[in-house]
Structure formats: structure tokens, C-alpha cells
């Protein structure tokens, strides 16, 4: 349960940095597009 506590509260720290700056945002995209490239080229 503490576990669980611990990475809810990490990810509404997470979401305030995220609502703070816009460079999160971006940072998700770019680490979004890169997973996408290396599944694809995995894949196919």
C-alpha cells in the first residue's frame, strides 16, 4: 500500500511539473516518438 501511496504522489508531482513547464511535455513526445522508431524498426 505505501508502495502505491509513494508512486500516486510521484505522479501528481509529476503531472504538477508537467502543468508548470511545457519542457515535459515535449520531453514525453520526443521519448514517445523515439520508442516508436525502435518498435518499428524491431517489427519491421
Known amino acids: 500500500m505505501a508502495r502505491l501511496t509513494m508512486g500516486n504522489t510521484f505522479m501528481d508531482q509529476m503531472r504538477q511539473d508537467l502543468k508548470k513547464s ?10 514517445l516518438l523515439i520508442a516508436l522508431t525502435i518498435l518499428v524498426n524491431i517489427l519491421f
Open 22 to 31: 511545457s519542457w515535459g511535455i515535449t520531453i514525453i513526445l520526443v521519448v
